[in-house]
């Protein structure tokens, strides 16, 4: 592993953080003065500490308001896969600011989004699909159920209204990706409000693939299509699974003509080693969902691309048949300029050599905390390295978050997992003070 591109040497890095702390000095006082009116995700505002103050990032780090330096464990939610500011982008960001920031999509089209979804389709398992940009990844699957949907209703086939999916799953916190995620997590508070759907055991060796094949056969009727995460299930508990489950769960829905989604939000652009999970396992999926690492982290945006036969249904000469969904900033130019130069990257770097390297080190790295006090599993997989703990209550979660801050760490505990999603350009050093840091706090707080 390499040094992260456009991380500044240490002596630089150091001065620069410097910088960025006296400039921020005199916004801090207005800053936290608007912690009085912020709502913060995930958190219950009631008790959670005071959040930490970022002023700039670089490579890897974190550079605080403060001075202090934190090693980013989570990629800033596993977007920013090329290290923060990488030159590649931000030129691309720069340059398409100065010609222009923002067009809509309606009856406009601009050439970064045709040249991205050229690019996009022949990147995603099948080869040939049908790009539709979003905003977000949570979007990109509201995108996709919308699609299944009318995908039947255009075919004339009522009563496809219902998917297939997974306990263990996450997609977003958006209605419609909250009714297809596992019912007692993010989404427990609106279960009353979701629609139903039909939620199951993902399908592992012969008696799971047999109770997953006869619940597509007894709800056939009633089934728009289903919906997975491949490999991963990520916000979900980070759970782990093979491509034997993968193939099992697309080759049976579309063995009954049901459209098969694969929320690779996470789990694409080389996160769990290959380019997606889905061409790993030999599969293609009608509908894919993208974002996290598209944009390199740089801008939020969704992707949802659809095979030629999911696209066919929709073509037609009557605007009831057209797809009546177009978010207003989709597609937008600056979103665009940074996906294509994170696409540059994948293609001209050794990304898929850099997460196996990440692999090694994390196996080695977290091995040792498997004799830690309340760990009841080490898994790692690709970029992701998972510390699993028999319990996490809110105020050891706390404590521990504290302690990853006081060693100079940026990691974000969630449920009970502990986990690292680093970009894929850490360097050994770096990744190595993650792993001894989850070790020793995990022993020390």
């Given at each position: 592993?390499?040094?992260?591109?456009?991380?500044?040497?240490?002596?630089?890095?150091?001065?620069?953080?410097?910088?960025?702390?006296?400039?921020?000095?005199?916004?801090?006082?207005a800053?936290q003065?608007?912690?009085?009116?912020i709502?913060?995700?995930?958190?219950?505002?009631?008790?959670e500490?005071?959040?930490?103050?970022v002023a700039?990032?670089?490579?890897?780090?974190?550079?605080?308001?403060?001075?202090r330096?934190?090693?980013?464990g989570?990629?800033?939610?596993?977007?920013?896969?090329?290290?923060?500011?990488?030159?590649?982008?931000?030129?691309?960001?720069?340059?398409?600011?100065?010609?222009?920031?923002h067009?809509?999509?309606?009856?406009?089209?601009?050439?970064?989004?045709?040249?991205?979804?050229?690019?996009?389709?022949?990147?995603?398992p099948?080869?040939?699909?049908?790009?539709?940009?979003?905003?977000s990844?949570?979007?990109?699957?509201?995108?996709?159920?919308?699609?299944?949907?009318?995908?039947?209703?255009?075919?004339?086939?009522?009563?496809?209204?219902?998917?297939?999916?997974f306990?263990?799953?996450?997609?977003?916190?958006?209605?419609?990706?909250?009714?297809?995620?596992?019912?007692?997590?993010?989404?427990?508070?609106?279960?009353?409000?979701?629609?139903?759907?039909?939620?199951?055991?993902?399908?592992?060796?012969?008696?799971?693939c047999?109770?997953?094949a006869?619940?597509?056969?007894?709800?056939?009727?009633?089934?728009?299509?289903?919906?997975?995460?491949?490999?991963?299930?990520?916000?979900?508990?980070?759970?782990?699974?093979?491509?034997?489950?993968?193939?099992?769960?697309?080759?049976?829905?579309?063995?009954?003509?049901?459209?098969?989604?694969?929320?690779?939000?996470?789990t694409?652009?080389?996160?769990?080693?290959?380019?997606?999970?889905?061409?790993?396992?030999?599969?293609?999926?009608?509908?894919?969902?993208?974002?996290?690492?598209?944009?390199g982290?740089?801008?939020?945006?969704?992707?949802?691309?659809?095979?030629?036969h999911?696209?066919?249904?929709?073509?037609?000469?009557?605007?009831?048949?057209?797809?009546?969904?177009?978010?207003?900033?989709?597609?937008?130019?600056?979103?665009?300029?940074?996906?294509?130069?994170?696409l540059?990257?994948?293609?001209?770097?050794?990304?898929?050599?850099?997460?196996?390297?990440?692999?090694?080190?994390?196996?080695d790295?977290l091995?040792?905390?498997?004799?830690?006090?309340?760990v009841?599993?080490?898994?790692?997989?690709?970029?992701?390295?998972?510390?699993?703990l028999?319990?996490?209550?809110?105020?050891?979660?706390?404590?521990?978050?504290?302690?990853?801050v006081?060693?100079?760490?940026?990691?974000?505990p969630?449920?009970?997992?502990?986990?690292?999603?680093?970009?894929?350009?850490?360097?050994?050093?770096?990744?190595?003070?993650l792993t001894?840091?989850?070790?020793?706090?995990?022993?020390?707080?």
């Amino acid at each position: 592993m390499t040094s992260p591109p456009g991380g500044p040497p240490a002596g630089l890095r150091h001065a620069e953080a410097a910088r960025l702390a006296e400039a921020s000095a005199t916004q801090a006082p207005a800053a936290q003065a608007g912690l009085s009116h912020i709502w913060l995700p995930y958190t219950q505002m009631g008790v959670e500490p005071p959040p930490v103050m970022v002023a700039g990032t670089s490579g890897v780090r974190l550079h605080l308001a403060d001075g202090r330096e934190l090693i980013d464990g989570v990629a800033s939610w596993w977007t920013a896969c090329h290290g923060y500011n990488h030159p590649h982008i931000v030129t691309a960001i720069e340059e398409q600011a100065r010609a222009m920031p923002h067009v809509m999509f309606g009856g406009l089209v601009h050439d970064g989004a045709l040249r991205l979804a050229d690019r996009l389709a022949a990147l995603a398992p099948g080869g040939a699909g049908r790009v539709f940009f979003s905003d977000s990844g949570s979007t990109a699957v509201e995108v996709a159920l919308k699609m299944a949907l009318q995908y039947w209703v255009n075919r004339g086939v009522k009563g496809r209204t219902k998917f297939v999916c997974f306990r263990g799953a996450y997609h977003g916190d958006t209605m419609a990706a909250m009714s297809v995620s596992d019912d007692a997590g993010f989404a427990a508070a609106f279960v009353g409000a979701l629609p139903d759907q039909l939620r199951l055991d993902l399908p592992r060796g012969e008696l799971g693939c047999a109770d997953y094949a006869a619940m597509l056969d007894a709800h056939r009727g009633s089934l728009a299509g289903v919906i997975f995460e491949p490999s991963v299930q990520g916000a979900g508990g980070m759970l782990f699974h093979d491509g034997e489950t993968v193939r099992a769960v697309v080759e049976e829905a579309q063995a009954r003509d049901l459209p098969v989604i694969a929320d690779e939000i996470f789990t694409g652009f080389h996160r769990t080693g290959p380019l997606f999970a889905c061409a790993e396992a030999g599969v293609v999926p009608d509908i894919l969902c993208l974002g996290k690492g598209l944009t390199g982290g740089a801008l939020g945006m969704g992707a949802t691309v659809a095979q030629p036969h999911v696209f066919d249904a929709f073509l037609g000469d009557d605007l009831a048949t057209a797809f009546m969904h177009g978010p207003t900033f989709m597609a937008n130019p600056l979103a665009c300029a940074a996906a294509n130069a994170s696409l540059d990257l994948f293609e001209s770097e050794p990304r898929a050599a850099g997460v196996r390297a990440i692999e090694a080190a994390l196996r080695d790295g977290l091995a040792p905390a498997r004799t830690r006090p309340g760990v009841v599993d080490v898994r790692v997989r690709g970029a992701i390295g998972v510390v699993e703990l028999d319990d996490l209550p809110l105020d050891r979660l706390y404590r521990l978050r504290a302690a990853f801050v006081e060693c100079g760490l940026w990691v974000r505990p969630f449920g009970r997992i502990v986990y690292l999603t680093p970009a894929f350009v850490i360097g050994k050093d770096d990744l190595a003070a993650l792993t001894d840091g989850i070790c020793r706090v995990l022993t020390e707080a």
